[in-house]
């Protein structure tokens, strides 16, 4: 049976790296604009779904991913989702990068779990019969085990390519305990304080022995953690230091560790000209397997 894959703007490249690779695949870009123009006057996002009549009783696929406009992208995704369910087409969602994912507990009286809530919606509203999502900031909550959640992580294929590049004596380590949890590398503790703010320590180790020292991590935003990390191999003694990151959400913070990290190892969830991961055959594979 052929598979549908409907992306998003912001994963473009990717779908048509898909296009280009699977047979079993067919990816229907969306109609994004209205008399040749991408928004309405107000600023208000068109989009048109063509070709729903072939969907019907297929397998589809939703690509999103939450960057570089995570806003405007919910807005896209959702548009595309309605469009489905206005056509009793009940799809699945795969994320490179789910938005709002930090937002995943409350932290203050006030707040909500964003995370949670887009997930509900997802299955409730929009009758998503699974969701699959690159490494989620949120894997491991309690509240993931209510929902149909594929975690698909990267982790291996980075610290593969690494010991390509670097031999295999290198030292991985996590800066917290989301890391360790995905991928079972300990080492460093990044504690969350609230949802904008997070503490990082570390247990005194002699990297003297040590040629490199490889820091895997689901994301990289401002690069304060990765800094602090760095700092911290360096002090103890660390020979090299290289970065194994998912999500590149900024290119500012992208910018920092590469002047400070020996290498940076960064995949193509979110476009970015840094990326150096291509994620399109695991893409395929997990979808392939389902």
């Known amino acids: 049976m052929k598979n549908f894959i409907i992306p998003t703007s912001q994963v473009e490249k990717l779908a048509r790296?898909?296009?280009?690779?699977?047979?079993?695949?067919?990816?229907?870009?969306?109609?994004?604009?209205?008399?040749?123009?991408?928004?309405?006057?107000d600023g208000e996002i068109y989009i048109r779904l063509l070709k729903t009549e072939k969907l019907s009783g297929k397998r589809v696929i939703v690509l999103?991913?939450?960057?570089?406009k995570p806003?405007?992208?919910?807005?896209?995704l959702e548009?595309?989702?309605?469009?489905?369910?206005?056509?009793?087409?009940?799809?699945?969602?795969?994320?490179?990068?789910?938005?709002?994912?930090?937002?995943?507990?409350?932290?203050?009286?006030?707040?909500?779990?964003?995370?949670?809530?887009?997930?509900?919606?997802?299955?409730?509203y929009y009758k998503v019969k699974k969701i699959y999502i690159i490494d989620p900031h949120f894997w491991g909550r309690k509240w993931v085990k209510k929902y149909p959640i594929v975690n698909v992580s990267v982790a291996p294929i980075l610290m593969e390519k690494a010991k390509n590049d670097f031999g295999k004596d290198i030292l991985f380590l996590s800066p917290d305990i989301g890391g360790e949890r995905r991928?079972?590398?300990?080492?460093?503790r990044k504690k969350r304080v609230?949802?904008?703010?997070?503490?990082?320590?570390f247990t005194?180790?002699?990297?003297?022995?040590?040629?490199?020292?490889?820091?895997?991590?689901?994301?990289?935003?401002?690069?304060?953690?990765?800094l602090k990390a760095y700092k911290l191999c360096k002090k103890n003694g660390a020979k090299q230091v290289i970065a194994l990151i998912t999500h590149g959400v900024l290119p500012s913070g992208i910018a920092k560790i590469?002047?400070?990290?020996?290498?940076?190892?960064?995949?193509?969830?979110i476009e970015q000209k840094e990326s150096n991961i291509d994620l399109t055959n695991l893409i395929l594979k997990t979808l392939s397997e389902s």
């Not at 999103?64 to 570089?68: D, M, W």
């Not at 806003?71 to 896209?76: A, C, Q, R, S, W």
């Not at 991928?183 to 460093?188: D, I, L, Q």
């Not at 005194?204 to 990289?220: R, T």
Request: proline letters at 5%; one cysteine or more; a neutral charge.
């Open 17 to 41: 790296n898909i296009l280009a690779r699977a047979k079993n695949f067919e990816v229907i870009f969306p109609d994004l604009s209205r008399d040749g123009k991408r928004y309405f006057p």
């Open 64 to 68: 999103h991913s939450g960057a570089p």
């Open 71 to 76: 806003n405007e992208g919910l807005v896209e």
């Open 79 to 124: 548009l595309i989702l309605q469009v489905l369910r206005d056509n009793n087409i009940k799809p699945e969602v795969f994320f490179t990068y789910f938005p709002y994912g930090m937002q995943d507990k409350v932290f203050e009286r006030g707040e909500t779990n964003v995370a949670e809530n887009l997930v509900e919606k997802l299955i409730n």
């Open 183 to 188: 991928t079972g590398v300990s080492g460093m």
């Open 194 to 201: 609230n949802s904008y703010r997070v503490e990082i320590s």
């Open 204 to 226: 005194q180790m002699n990297f003297n022995h040590c040629p490199v020292v490889g820091i895997v991590d689901d994301l990289l935003e401002t690069g304060g953690t990765l």
């Open 258 to 269: 590469k002047k400070k990290y020996s290498k940076l190892y960064l995949t193509n969830t």
